[in-house]
């Protein structure tokens, strides 16, 4: 079992930025790879951005392609998601997750933290 508990949301106007955070417990943080995922009102929750076990792998959704960045500390046990240029339609519930085994496909994610809330005012 891992135990994830996101934090760093809340509101920001468009064109801001935040730093999301999300802290692991459990089990060896190094052996999953990890997701931000993200859940707005009404729609799928989708996975933004995924980092492989060791952080040399990324890969992002479009919509946040050149505008988020994920990266982990496997030190500390700790992925992040630094969000900029924020607009309004970023604005949903994020999730962290972590995937034992093939961090690429938003299937694998078994670990989900309990989510953070980011509003993006206009």
């Known amino acids: 079992q891992v135990q994830l508990v996101e934090s760093g949301g809340g509101l920001v106007q468009a064109g801001g930025s935040l730093r999301l955070s999300c802290a692991a417990s459990g089990r060896t943080f190094s052996n999953y790879g990890m997701g931000w995922f993200r859940q707005a009102p009404g729609k799928e929750r989708d996975l933004l951005a995924a980092?492989?076990?060791?952080?040399?792998?990324?890969r992002y959704a479009d919509s946040v392609k050149c505008r988020f960045t994920i990266s982990r500390d496997n030190a500390k046990n700790t992925v992040y998601l630094q969000m900029n240029s924020l607009k309004p339609e970023d604005t949903a519930v994020y999730y962290c997750a972590a995937a034992p085994r093939g961090w690429y496909d938003p299937r694998n994610y078994d670990y989900w933290g309990q989510g953070t809330q980011v509003t993006v005012s206009s």
């Open positions: 980092i492989s076990w060791s952080g040399g792998m990324t």
